[in-house]
């Protein structure tokens, strides 16, 4: 199999996270979506846990296949803060399924249970990891061919960053409309890579 053909698990790496957000709420009765966090959806004790991790399965193994080949293609490419933005976002991504798989967030909990300390110092590192990836990738794409990535970066960072003020200033009645923002901006840029990993892009 070409390098190339394996960005396709980035793209269905985002059609599992999406269906786990859109259809593990039918399992969770009274969940409300514009106030309630996605992690509530596979939480220790949640009713549509169950649903929420059958949905998610490909998620995490197919991001990861994808995001290490982009790594391995990046061999290719001159541009070094390009590859170091890559790299920290390829970090992000195994921070953030290793993270969560060892610590989900523990359901009818407060943030002093120890699973929860836990799982939001996970979150603080995929932010912060996600950030810098991001901003790296999207100065140093600016010129040459990789322009249209530094724009798909630019879009991610907004949204990140929309989701990230959004969710410490806004009601809590819209608490979760926010954190989409936020995980799906990482979800999204992971598929993008994946995409222009299938062009050859980074040939």
């Not at 509530?40 to 296949?65: E, M, T």
């Not at 969560?100 to 836990?118: C, L, R």
Request: glycine letters at 8%; charged letters at 10%.
């Amino acid at each position: 199999m070409k390098l190339s053909r394996l960005g396709l698990f980035g793209v269905i790496s985002l059609i599992s996270y999406a269906a786990m957000v859109v259809f593990s709420p039918l399992s969770y009765p009274g969940y409300d979506w514009l106030s309630m966090a996605v992690s509530d959806l596979s939480a220790v004790g949640a009713p549509s846990a169950d649903l929420a991790n059958r949905l998610n399965a490909l998620f995490a193994p197919c991001g990861i296949v994808s995001i290490m080949a982009v790594c391995v293609s990046m061999e290719h490419v001159r541009e070094k803060l390009l590859r170091l933005g890559i790299y920290i976002f390829c970090a992000m991504e195994w921070v953030c399924n290793v993270g969560y798989e060892m610590f989900p967030w523990v359901s009818g909990a407060d943030g002093a249970n120890p699973q929860n300390i836990m799982h939001l110092i996970v979150t603080v590192l995929v932010v912060v990891f996600s950030l810098t990836s991001l901003i790296l990738i999207a100065v140093s794409a600016r010129k040459g061919k990789h322009k249209e990535l530094s724009v798909w970066a630019v879009l991610c960072l907004t949204m990140m960053l929309l989701g990230a003020v959004g969710t410490g200033v806004m009601p809590k009645a819209v608490f979760g409309l926010f954190e989409r923002f936020s995980t799906f901006s990482a979800v999204i840029f992971n598929a993008i890579l994946g995409i222009y990993l299938l062009r050859g892009n980074f040939e």
